[in-house]
């Protein structure tokens, strides 16, 4: 199929729409093709896609909440949760440390600390 492209570039105008999308695929053509010399990898990005979408609809609904920041906060909140379920966290504890940690004077400048992925090694967060 790169031929071919390479082969159309040639005779389409190159300021058309076709041969800017065409330019595209072929610069990335290393990671297009990727998955044709790695078995591991997916040809598609479904299974990505499946597993975010209850967090792309929970904060997309929560916009109809009654109030522009309950919307807001539910939506930060069910981020929070989502992205504990996805690194093996009991979203509870995490919170509860996390504002412990806050109450406790945690800097601002090492916030990443805090993150959920941050706790995974802890074993007492654990779901």
Known sequence: MKPWFEKQLSLI???STLATDIRYALSH???LTRFLEDGRLELDTNPVENAIRPVALTRKN???AGHEVGAQNWALLASIV???KLNN???VAYIAKTLQAILDG???SRIDELMPW???AA???AA
């Open 13 to 15: 105008s190159s300021g």
């Open 29 to 31: 053509w290393a990671g």
């Open 62 to 64: 929560a916009l109809f």
């Open 82 to 84: 989502a992205t504990c």
């Open 89 to 91: 966290l009991d979203p």
């Open 106 to 108: 945690h800097p601002q």
């Open 118 to 120: 941050s706790f995974v």
């Open 123 to 125: 074993s007492s967060l």
